[in-house]
């Protein structure tokens, strides 16, 4: 109760399986009293190309762009796009962050993975050694929801597709434990366009389930065991 | 001689490393009688988000709106927009597709891994229980080649940043090889930033240098031990 919580959302349909996942997620917290806000990626036609127009005025070096740099001195300077600036005050406020999407080609869509790109720039995520558990978003909390393609089956580590964990390991760890976010163990909905519609209401009521009890979850040991034991 | 190269480039700065990383590949494999053509993303402005606008005229089931079933659909129609039929047009053609981008968090860019969402849809590079081995891509090769931010140190097995091969397992695997592509060892040049002008130098021959007997090269053994033992 009094938790604010953003949910960085990314899929295209309402009426999909991610945003029956998303709006469980709003009713629920809400009504544990948390403030919820959502970034709803496609609907805000969110930018996820890291070009030159994230820099209001001046480049700090126009003979030769090079984004890290220009980001990182924009920032320091209140000089981010708009658009930017809005999202980071959004994380800022959060204590619990939430991705909300359809795993594509083994990751996540690419414009969730703008907003990564765009949103977490040095200076505000991270900073020369202020890195992993000493990253600048420390005391905050991550959790990956997403549904995938492939079975369970597929996702082990004899299956075809690997284990599911070898594509968490450059979200979880090479992001938000790269921030000095902590993780809480992912949700993840197996294949939901492949079972019956008794099963995806299983799979909603667990999620929703899940939610009840989040605040006293312990985040995951994101160390490379977790992940390649 | 005789080959065809599809270079697909993520960078905004063609003074970058990247840049010049680029500029040397079209050089040689154009010296050797190979034919190149290279998409780079920024400047093309190649649209990441995968939506509705995608799809040509109507749509399969306009109610509730399926990305991947609508560019399936799309696809069998030869209902797909322009820029993704002239990019599968290049992919077509191409034997050998090279990858040239910054690592950004522990992946491609949004912008390349926009392309990689857009452009291999099913029909095109997949399709029911054609994947993998049996991928619709068959007989076409692949080569990753990136810059990194961290060391070579940073990304070992026990360096903070993990192996470096745990990050290609889903671009490799998840993405190549999941649709027939034989995939090259790749090709990484770690933090150019934070090297000698000298060591620059020395990298950008070691490329140059490596192209020169590519299609002498083997693809690696794309299994879970190449990534993970």
């Known amino acids: 109760p009094g938790k604010k919580v953003l949910i960085v959302y990314a899929h295209q349909e309402p009426k999909s399986f ?78 619990l962050l939430i991705f909300q999407f359809p795993l594509f080609w083994f990751n996540m869509p690419a414009i969730l993975k703008g907003w990564m790109d765009r949103v977490l720039v040095q200076g505000f995520a991270y900073d020369l050694s202020k890195v992993y558990d000493g990253g600048l978003l420390q005391g905050k909390l991550s959790l990956f929801s997403f549904t995938t393609g492939a079975s369970q089956e597929m996702y082990s580590k004899e299956g075809i597709s690997g284990d599911i964990r070898y594509v968490l390991w450059p979200m979880q760890h090479g992001i938000m434990h790269f921030c000095g976010v902590k993780v809480l163990e992912p949700h993840i909905c197996y294949a939901p366009e492949n079972v019956s519609e008794e099963k995806r209401k299983e799979m909603l009521a667990a999620w929703s389930q899940r939610l009840k009890t989040l605040w006293k979850e312990e985040p995951i040991d994101c160390s490379p065991e977790w992940y390649f034991k």
């Not at 945003?19 to 948390?34: D, M, R, Y």
């Not at 970034?39 to 994230?54: I, V």
């Not at 984004?67 to 980071?88: C, F, I, M, N, P």
């Open 18 to 95: 991610n945003g029956s996942l998303l709006k469980i997620a709003v009713e629920e917290l809400t009504k544990q009293g948390c403030s919820v806000t959502v970034s709803d990626l496609y609907t805000m036609q969110f930018e996820p190309r890291a070009t030159r127009n994230d820099i209001v005025g001046h480049l700090h070096n126009p003979e030769a762009f090079n984004y890290g740099v220009e980001t990182w001195e924009a920032y320091k300077r209140g000089g981010l796009s708009k658009d930017l600036v809005e999202e980071q005050k959004k994380v800022q406020e959060a204590d």
